[in-house]
């Protein structure tokens, strides 16, 4: 993938038009490194979106970003539907770049979050589908930071790892507003 160009997902929830994600790739990169690509509050910030959501059908957008040792990078979006009892109503998206630099908008990705007692994500796992024949790519989370409010979103730092290859990365909230 070539540098300075954005990492792109269209996510399309079912009964609106899509969302379209960009990740900054050098600042994905950057995930683990020191203070680059900060906002005005102190927030990272690896990506972007078209628009805002619309709030009038949902009711939150969850957003992942990461950087594995090895190169790889991964953006992650959910949408929830207003209403929505649970995780499994949400239109989620995800791309992939390969350690060699390709780069793989997948099939389907599967996203499930433990929440701690102060109701946050503390836990995250992973399954990412490049095509419906072959098994999942298998990553998982763990919270390393309390969460960080600003940009109209909640920010929380992760270590990942992904078939055992170590990442930093960031689970950032977003909801109505």
């Keep these: 993938m070539p540098s300075g160009d954005p990492l792109v997902l ?8 899509a969302l ?3 990740w900054d790739v050098e600042a994905l990169r950057e995930l683990d490194a020191a203070p680059g690509h900060r906002g005005a509050d102190g927030a ?3 990506w972007r979106l078209d628009r805002k959501p619309d709030w009038e059908r ?3 957008l969850r957003v992942i970003s990461a950087s ?6 991964l953006g992650v979006a959910a949408l929830r539907p207003r209403g929505a009892a649970g995780h499994d109503a949400d239109a989620v998206g995800a791309v992939l770049v390969s350690a060699e630099g390709e780069v793989a908008r997948l099939h389907e990705a ?13 836990r995250l796992g992973l399954e990412l589908y490049e095509d419906s024949t072959r098994p999942p790519l ?6 390393v930071a309390d969460a960080r409010q600003g940009a109209g979103r909640e920010q929380t730092k992760f270590r990942l ?4 290859i170590s990442g930093a990365g960031l689970h950032e909230l977003m909801p109505p507003g």
């Design 10 to 17: 269209e996510l399309g929830p079912a009964d609106g038009p």
């Design 161 to 164: 790892k992904m078939e055992g």
């Design 58 to 60: 949902a009711s939150a």
């Design 20 to 22: 379209r994600l960009e």
């Design 138 to 143: 298998r990553v998982v989370a763990d919270r």
């Design 68 to 73: 594995f040792e090895d190169g790889s990078l």
């Design 44 to 46: 990272l910030s690896t």
């Design 110 to 122: 599967l996203l499930s979050t433990e929440y701690g007692p102060d109701g946050r994500a503390r």
